[in-house]
């Protein structure tokens, strides 16, 4: 362990320099705001946990017992509306982004503070009004809400949630937009682009995609709004319209909506991999260029959703050979993390096996796409467990795990706390296992045939959905263990020192918790990121 | 941060730092209102693509001369905006405040005319639902598709004056109080952007509703 120097009076930090709510609530500070928007997703996470937990316990017999149809459209809507408008696009970016941007480039907070603030309350707002639908009976349209269903016969509250999809993506578009300008302007003297560290770099690309790309979901629903609400109609038939224009358009940023979830993820594993392998990451350039080739090419994929939806098989194939062309700077990525622990000094601490498990489920996540983006094998596919398994790889496998990876990296840094080693491995390993035990059952359903969607099947897919179900009941208890711990800690964690993990980021030079300031003194940069120093190679737990 | 003068947040460097900083994020935030009315073009260029005939008729119900007027005082509205932001720069107070108000005013013309242009459509039956009515044209089907997007269109347009009419009174008063001067006076400049971008679109807006098929042989 590093000791701490002697400290003659504890300088005040940004959790303890004012306690009053009004204080949080007003709260210019972007650390504040990154733990209010944690309070906040996280709430949202047990929501659409919650909707994910009926939905398998409705699944784990043939018939449907528990719910009836139209409440089971409900429920699959609902969570995954929640789990991608309220916590996937905002979590990692909103919470960890908005906490270290700022540490990491040595500055004093985003260039935009107040805007910062407005953001998190634009979210609430949306927020609000998913709540709303929830309590008043939900929406069952999916959370695609692909027209002329969602706007001439749906029974839900399609308007109020499209409304709450809306104003939550301004908050989205607003954290982007404060996160390039901060990037650009904000970075401390001698911190030139390419001695950014590589989080910075993938938040730089997933804030080019909330900017370019929401927008275009927010004017889609506007449009949603207007046919359903006021009867000017643009895609349904009845009204002269084209329901295929919605599902492009809706496309345009539902898909590059993913690379928002996964490219931050992909920063914190990098971060991660780096630290507890004490080597600078392999390729670093590749790394930093990987995150903006999949933000430019994400955009250029959409139509991979619409091969069965009446596209030309010529831009079917326009789009499938795009889609593989993803598959190259995400396997980049992948090989670099390998090749930076390849003879690195590996510690294996519990981020480092979130990291692990990131690694691992993310190619599978990543190599069944190029299942689905060949467009023959999707004909088979489209519409099964496959593609439902497919891309619960990629955001529960990716996202949350990137997510969890990172909470559990730089808690000791938000928090000034150690959270218990052995409880926070084992809870990692039984998030592994559930995580697995729940979804790949269901890559096997949906190769045999089993359509999404549906809340009774055959009963040949009983045994692989029990296996499924029980899996969820392991995953659910991986994600509560932390939240339990992580509380505690905070009361009776150990203090943890500026820098536990012995990391030369820019972050971890300052104390812990930061200062409101984050520095005493603007820090002054003199050499690349991951420069580590034998000393500073430290052996934790 | 008393070395900081009272324009500064605390923050920031120096004053080129915020300055800079406000202006690309306006930047930014233009990228992302092109992107906004980007799937209304979409929705515009595929649906005109697929039925010109009912686009055409349809464009011809539009009142010329209204929207030629209206285009003018929008254009105008831009001159007296980008005279504001110079008077701004050179610290003349009072022509600053009077060049505000004067893109205030045309503003407000802009959206009365066109408030008396909506009402004539609703007199008209020319509102999509259930008494549309577009008497005489051709593909009458789907020239209630030719009003949606003329509606969702210049209704988002019109929206974006409104909030720009809020912004614009905010800053008359606070350049009467002369809080703007040759030192600090980007609110100005970067509300002058935001002014022209939405004079820009209503530039593309105004052929594509209203110029269609206006040469052929009247029918």
Not at chain 1, 446 to 470: C, D, I, K, T, W
Not at chain 1, 500 to 518: M, R
Request: net charge neutral; aromatic share 16%.
């Amino acid at each position: 362990m590093i000791t701490a120097p002697p400290i003659v009076e504890k300088p005040k930090n940004y959790l303890n320099v004012q306690s009053t709510l009004k204080s949080w609530l007003l709260t210019y500070d972007h650390k504040r705001i990154g733990i209010l928007y944690l309070i906040a997703v996280t709430f949202f996470f047990a929501v659409g946990g919650f909707f994910a937990a009926m939905i398998r316990l409705e699944l784990a017999t043939p018939a449907g017992d528990l719910v009836e149809s139209n409440v089971y459209n409900k429920l699959f809507t609902m969570h995954g509306i929640v789990m991608v408008f309220l916590f996937l696009i905002p979590s990692i970016p909103a919470v960890l982004g908005n906490f270290l941007l700022p540490l990491m480039i040595g500055a004093k907070d985003v260039a935009f503070p107040r805007l910062n603030l407005l953001s998190w309350y634009v979210y609430m707002t949306g927020g609000l009004f998913i709540t709303y639908v929830l309590l008043t009976g939900g929406v069952d349209t999916g959370w695609t809400f692909y027209t002329p269903f969602s706007t001439s016969y749906s029974n839900g509250y399609v308007i109020a949630a499209g409304l709450g999809i809306f104003i939550a993506g301004f908050s989205s578009i607003l954290t982007g937009l404060n996160f390039i300008v901060t990037i650009h302007r904000m970075r401390a003297p001698g911190l030139t682009w390419f001695r950014l560290p590589l989080f910075v770099w993938a938040h730089y690309a997933t804030s080019m995609i909330q900017v370019l790309g929401t927008p275009v979901i927010a004017v889609t629903l506007f449009l949603l709004v207007l046919e359903r609400g006021f009867h000017i109609g643009f895609f349904d038939p009845a009204y002269g319209g084209d329901p295929v224009l919605f599902q492009h358009l809706f496309w345009f940023y539902s898909h590059p909506a993913v690379y928002i979830m996964i490219l931050p993820s992909m920063g914190v594993v990098t971060e991660i991999v780096s630290t507890f392998s004490s080597k600078k990451p392999y390729g670093y350039t590749f790394i930093a260029f990987s995150s903006i080739a999949i933000a430019v090419f994400g955009f250029l994929v959409w139509g991979h959703h619409l091969f069965v939806a009446s596209q030309s098989v010529y831009a079917g194939m326009v789009f499938s050979i795009l889609s593989y062309i993803v598959a190259i700077p995400s396997a980049i990525k992948v090989f670099n993390w390998t090749a930076t622990m390849y003879k690195g000094s590996v510690r294996v601490t519990t981020p480092m096996l979130y990291a692990f498990g990131f690694i691992g489920l993310f190619t599978v996540g990543g190599l069944t796409g190029l299942f689905l983006s060949s467009m023959g094998m999707d004909v088979h596919l489209t519409d099964t467990y496959f593609v439902v398994a497919h891309f619960h790889y990629v955001m529960v496998g990716g996202a949350i795990m990137g997510f969890l990876g990172g909470i559990h990296y730089w808690w000791p840094k938000m928090t000034g706390k150690m959270y218990p080693d052995g409880w926070s491995k084992i809870s990692a390993i039984i998030v592994f296992l559930g995580f697995n035990l729940t979804f790949f059952p269901q890559f096997l359903l949906g190769y045999m045939g089993m359509p999404r969607r549906y809340h009774v099947y055959p009963a040949e897919f009983q045994v692989l959905n029990v296996l499924s179900s029980a899996g969820a009941s392991i995953l659910a208890l991986g994600y509560l263990i932390p939240f339990i711990y992580l509380f505690w800690s905070l009361k009776y964690g150990e203090d943890a020192g500026p820098n536990p993990w012995g990391s030369p980021g820019l972050e971890w030079q300052t104390s812990s918790p930061p200062p409101p300031d984050n520095f005493e003194v603007t820090p002054v940069v003199t050499e690349e990121a991951y420069t580590y120093k034998k000393q500073e190679v430290v052996q934790v737990g | 941060m008393a070395s900081h003068s009272l324009a500064l947040q605390h923050h920031f460097e120096d004053a080129e730092q915020q300055k800079d900083a406000s202006t690309i994020g306006m930047w930014v935030f233009l990228l992302t209102e092109i992107m906004f009315f980007g799937g209304l073009f979409l929705a515009y260029f595929v649906y005109r693509q697929e039925y010109p005939a009912a686009f055409a008729s349809a464009s011809n119900k539009t009142n010329l001369l209204i929207g030629a007027f209206n285009t003018t005082v929008l254009i105008c509205s831009s001159l007296t905006m980008a005279l504001a932001v110079r008077c701004a720069a050179l610290g003349k107070k009072n022509l600053l405040v009077l060049f505000l108000i004067l893109t205030l005013l045309l503003g407000g013309a802009f959206l009365g005319v066109k408030a008396y242009e909506y009402h004539d459509k609703y007199v008209h039956h020319e509102i999509p639902g259930a008494h549309f009515d577009c008497e005489g044209c051709i593909d009458a089907g789907h020239t209630p598709l030719f009003f949606a997007l003329y509606f969702g269109m210049t209704g988002l347009h019109a929206s974006h004056m409104l909030i720009g009419f809020v912004l614009l009174v905010i800053l008359i008063v606070r350049a009467q109080k002369g809080a703007f001067g040759p030192e600090y006076h980007t609110p100005v400049e970067l509300f002058g952007l935001y002014w022209h971008f939405v004079d820009i679109v209503w530039i593309f807006l105004f052929p594509l509703l209203y110029l269609i098929d206006r040469s052929g042989v009247p029918k």
